[in-house]
């Protein structure tokens, strides 16, 4: 009976060596560390023209000034806009702020009450002086195919663009204040893009534009 007995211990002893050797095996192991995640940015920022110095939050101004009633006589500002981020932007917006008009010291000089279709007042000036705005797509400095232009149809902010020989589309300063078109121009990142403000003063324009004065702010938007 103590051999019986004997025997099934020295099995099962064999069977936990066994049993226990299964889980011994080489191994080795390696560790990295220090790693980051970084967020990109987008970062929009203007210039008087592509290869100026970009400021961020900075004003670029763009000055009219002398005009008279003439079709011909068109004046034309521009600003550069510059992604200076990390990430491509797929939208540019742009939009238009609340249109100021004044009467100058000149203005009020001439305001006798005798001039032929009325004294100057600086309501008339917004309300006849036109004004249109478009992005350069082709860096070309003109109006040209592939160009982006900002329209107004009925009261609402409409993007178009220049087929090839497309009209540029001029409103007044009152139709164009405060509006955003969401242009569909990608910027990205690295790139420069040169919006384009022309405005002239209509033929038909007479002695009430004397002397006045107006003013207009654009507001730029890049969203990823």
Do not use: C
Not at 83 to 88: A, D, H, I, M, P
Not at 192 to 214: C, F, H, I, M
Request: aromatic residues 6%; without cysteine.
């Amino acid at each position: 009976m103590s051999k019986i007995l004997g025997l099934v211990l020295a099995a099962m002893l064999v069977m936990a060596l066994v049993g226990g050797a299964t889980f011994a095996a080489f191994s080795d192991t390696e560790t990295s560390t220090s790693n980051t995640m970084s967020v990109g940015t987008l970062d929009l920022r203007t210039a008087p023209d592509i290869g100026g110095t970009y400021g961020n939050g900075g004003t670029v101004t763009f000055t009219a000034s002398g005009l008279k009633p003439d079709d011909a006589v068109i004046t034309t500002g521009h600003l550069a806009l510059k992604n200076t981020g990390s990430l491509n932007a797929s939208i540019l917006k742009v939009a238009t702020g609340a249109v100021s008009a004044s009467l100058t010291a000149a203005g009020s000089a001439v305001a006798t009450g005798d001039l032929p279709g009325g004294d100057p007042t600086a309501a008339y000036l917004s309300a006849n002086t036109r004004i249109a705005l478009f992005v350069d797509m082709d860096d070309s400095g003109t109006w040209s195919a592939t160009d982006i232009g900002l329209k107004v149809v009925t009261g609402t902010a409409t993007v178009y663009t220049n087929g090839g020989s497309d009209t540029l589309v001029y409103d007044t300063f009152d139709n164009m204040d405060g509006l955003t078109w969401t242009t569909g121009t990608t910027l990205n990142a690295g790139i420069e893009k040169v919006v384009y403000a022309k405005a002239y003063l209509p033929t038909a324009a007479d002695n009430r534009a004397q002397g006045t004065q107006l003013s207009i702010d654009l507001t730029f938007e890049i969203d990823q």
